[in-house]
């Protein structure tokens, strides 16, 4: 077909999924809908794409515009387009992802948003639309990330002790780890450089201090890796 | 915004990047455009997505229709949603990509497409759209996916040699691997059993032909591995 506006199109959307971490573990950004359907209901931030933006900028827009949240960087994750998939018609989406500090973004609801939250995975409310399906591929391809790449690390401090870098891989894959092997497969990635601090102010006995490599970590983003824990 | 039906709309189409693979080595499938925008030039085979069909379904539909070829399963990709992708007007694309045994998939053009036809990579002529970057996406996602999958193993027969082994992987990574180094990395990965069998009819001395453990190979699809060469 040569001309498309001749034939009846579906609606795009797009819908992010903002992971935000903390000491309480992984949590995920949703919105209070305002306006049918689904009003009242909780779903992820995410909207209509317009004619003179990119997807990108539409899931920044939006989700600035919902929360207040604003992110660079956006990954795209999948496309999702089941035929029956919104109540309304015909409508596809484009769904984004990023993992943040949860600390630096606080939600405020605004525009078709009632309420903006974060909510901890695991204790997430029913969500409307396909969000649930949309959560999980979000979910999963975040964890296979952190295996294959030092994702996550811009998420700690420049110095950080090993137990604060094991408790960030713990709160991502949402279970615990091997202490000693942990190290044991973390060290050996030659990834980190000891530095002469301890941490301060713990209750425990202080840890040493350790910081990436710039020069590997960039290496090994770009490469990947396996990293099975 | 509640009614979507309000709201101009992009148009949605799917493209398909179809790679084949043979002794030559790994080729890809295009079209020869019938109609405008850029009639009589080369492109991935796709088209406008229907209101009644899925996405993936869209992306089977068209490369059947288009080229002949039935692929079951293609993976989708990334979407590609830059303003001025399409010079008639706003149009998105849902890109998916497959890998298959080229000499199982003969095109016959038909439709919008006045030839099909595989093309080597590394000789493909200068393709319309942003077809050229959806190209060079489909190609890293795939190199990815062979360090990362035990993908690629169906389009072995049954039994096989190493050597046929490291040239699907040199084909589709596109460079030379070093012997050695390739087959104790992969007999290591321990996915491989060695039958009783040898090669016949070959000109060179006989080698040893392996089979996959079906249930090693499984598992590590599920769980991925890291296989740097």
Same mark, same amino acid.
């Given at each position: 077909?040569? /001309? *498309?506006?001749?034939?009846?199109?579906?609606?795009?959307?797009?819908? =992010?999924?903002?992971? $935000?971490?903390?000491?309480?573990?992984?949590?995920?950004?949703?919105?209070?809908?305002?306006? *049918?359907?689904?009003?009242?209901?909780?779903?992820?931030?995410?909207?209509?794409?317009?004619?003179?933006?990119?997807?990108?900028?539409?899931?920044?827009?939006?989700?600035?515009?919902?929360?207040?949240?604003?992110?660079?960087?956006?990954?795209? @994750?999948?496309?999702?387009? #089941?035929?029956?998939?919104? *109540?309304?018609?015909?409508? +596809?989406?484009? !769904?984004?992802?990023?993992?943040?500090?949860?600390?630096?973004?606080?939600?405020?609801?605004?525009?078709?948003?009632? #309420? !903006?939250?974060?909510?901890?995975? $695991?204790?997430?409310?029913? +969500? #409307?639309?396909?969000?649930?399906?949309? @959560?999980?591929? #979000?979910?999963?391809?975040?964890? $296979? %990330?952190?295996?294959? %790449?030092?994702?996550?690390?811009?998420?700690?401090?420049?110095?950080?002790?090993?137990?604060?870098?094991?408790?960030?891989?713990?709160? +991502?894959?949402?279970?615990? @780890?091997?202490?000693? /092997?942990?190290? %044991?497969?973390?060290?050996?990635?030659?990834?980190?450089?000891?530095?002469?601090?301890?941490?301060?102010?713990?209750?425990?006995? !202080? !840890?040493?201090?350790?910081?990436?490599?710039?020069?590997?970590?960039?290496?090994? =983003?770009?490469? $990947?890796?396996?990293?099975?824990?």
């Amino acid at each position: 077909m040569t /001309n *498309p506006s001749l034939y009846p199109r579906p609606a795009l959307t797009v819908d =992010c999924v903002v992971f $935000g971490l903390d000491q309480q573990g992984l949590q995920v950004l949703l919105i209070q809908r305002d306006v *049918p359907p689904f009003a009242g209901e909780w779903a992820l931030p995410g909207g209509f794409v317009r004619l003179d933006e990119s997807l990108d900028a539409a899931a920044r827009r939006e989700l600035s515009e919902e929360t207040g949240v604003r992110i660079e960087y956006l990954e795209q @994750l999948y496309t999702f387009g #089941a035929v029956d998939r919104d *109540p309304r018609e015909r409508v +596809v989406t484009v !769904a984004y992802y990023a993992l943040v500090k949860l600390a630096s973004h606080a939600p405020v609801a605004a525009t078709d948003a009632r #309420a !903006a939250q974060w909510f901890p995975i $695991g204790s997430t409310p029913k +969500v #409307a639309f396909d969000h649930e399906q949309i @959560l999980t591929a #979000a979910l999963e391809r975040l964890r $296979g %990330k952190l295996r294959r %790449k030092p994702v996550g690390f811009d998420l700690l401090p420049p110095r950080f002790s090993l137990r604060q870098l094991q408790q960030l891989y713990e709160q +991502v894959l949402g279970r615990e @780890l091997d202490k000693r /092997n942990f190290r %044991k497969k973390i060290l050996g990635m030659d990834l980190l450089v000891e530095t002469d601090e301890r941490e301060s102010g713990v209750a425990h006995r !202080a !840890a040493r201090l350790y910081r990436f490599d710039v020069k590997k970590y960039q290496r090994l =983003c770009l490469q $990947g890796f396996h990293f099975e824990v």
